[in-house]
């Protein structure tokens, strides 16, 4: 079978690395995978993102996946295409991409603003969805309720319920939705002493402070200042605590959480120089190693966010808002908080205190949030996609 995933461009975020690695492992297992992208580059989260720098990228490539550009250079808003004009040579490259393949993956709906372009060659379109709050994504949805109208759009792989569940009452018929968890590589992360006292030596963190992670681009969905928040509460009473920042925008370039750390913490030293920003990381797994808590503050959007599971795999307790799937990935692992500084600051100490005995149910979990599992899910669907294709061409 021949697959071209099509996504909007290659920059940070939790999507593009869970449909990536669904590539990879698809690819491995025998399908034929290529990537088209509609931006060769984009500006988010205060940072230039070219496809080229990126890790996704990079992976995808030296696996044997052939990736392609449309090279469009922009900044993009969250939900929204850039724009939905596309040139004569842009529909050629894309009309040529899509002939060569049987099935078209696309990574979340705004690249169907493209692939509903009249003229392409028409292909079955399987749409990966991976937030909770479908009438914040601009004209994305109105895009994959005409895909859907016209029979283009053949499945939809939601990576949670509560992803289900929001696009189903957004109006999206139930039976084209189809939920496969978020898994992760288990080899990769995992707990690993060596790595932990590594990261902590690199940052002059001794090897029995307490850490706490927090995995985000800089976005307004994260609630960044929530979090910086519970960090100056947390900080003041825990007089060798931590707190690591990485995402993109995570960076003392980023004027905008310059000024949320000077709101959080004010302008004179103390607890602020104990919270580390280090920007994209392409090591995940040695920070979530160097970690005690992952910590999530979203307020809305999140699916199955990829930063809890992968720090629980590595070790880290959870302590989470109560957004998405979040409270049910958790449960029994970790803790859910309101969205209250000094909850959330408690709840981070209380995670602390638990990490030795939620240590045996966290490695009792990793099967639940296994890579392996979440391919066989998706070659299944990609396959009964094939052949149904080919059964109405005969």
Known sequence: MRVLSVYEGFFSGGARIVHSDVVLGLAEGGQSHQV???????????????MQDDACYRALTAGGVGVTSLG??????????????????????????????????SLKEQPLALLNQAGLPRRPVVVGLHRSDPENQGPALDE????IADGTVVACVCCAESTRAAYEAAGIPAGLLQVI???????RFRPDPAARLAFRASLGIAG??????FAARYAAM????????AARAWLAREGGGHVVMCGAGMTEENPALRADIETAFGKAPGPADRVHLLGVRHDMQAVYAGADVVALTSVSGEAAPLCLIEGMMCGAVPVTTDVGDSASIVEGLGFVTPPDPAAIALAWTAALSARTD??????LSRERFSRTRMIAAYAA???????????SRA
Do not use: Y
Request: with cysteine; charged share 20%.
């Open 208 to 213: 029995a402070a307490p850490v706490v992670v």
């Open 144 to 147: 994959l309720k005409a895909a």
């Open 381 to 391: 669907l990609l396959d009964g996609v094939g052949r149904r294709t080919s059964c």
């Open 222 to 229: 994260k609630n960044v200042p929530l979090l910086l928040a």
């Open 72 to 105: 469009r250079s922009a900044g993009l808003v969250d939900g929204a295409l850039a724009a939905n004009v596309f040139s004569g040579p842009e529909l050629a490259d894309t009309a040529r991409a899509m002939a060569g393949a049987d099935v078209i993956l």
């Open 358 to 363: 939620l240590g045996p149910a966290l490695e």
């Open 36 to 50: 088209l992208s509609i931006h060769g580059e984009v500006r988010r989260e205060a940072t230039r993102q070219r």
């Open 181 to 187: 968890p978020n898994g992760v590589d288990l080899l």
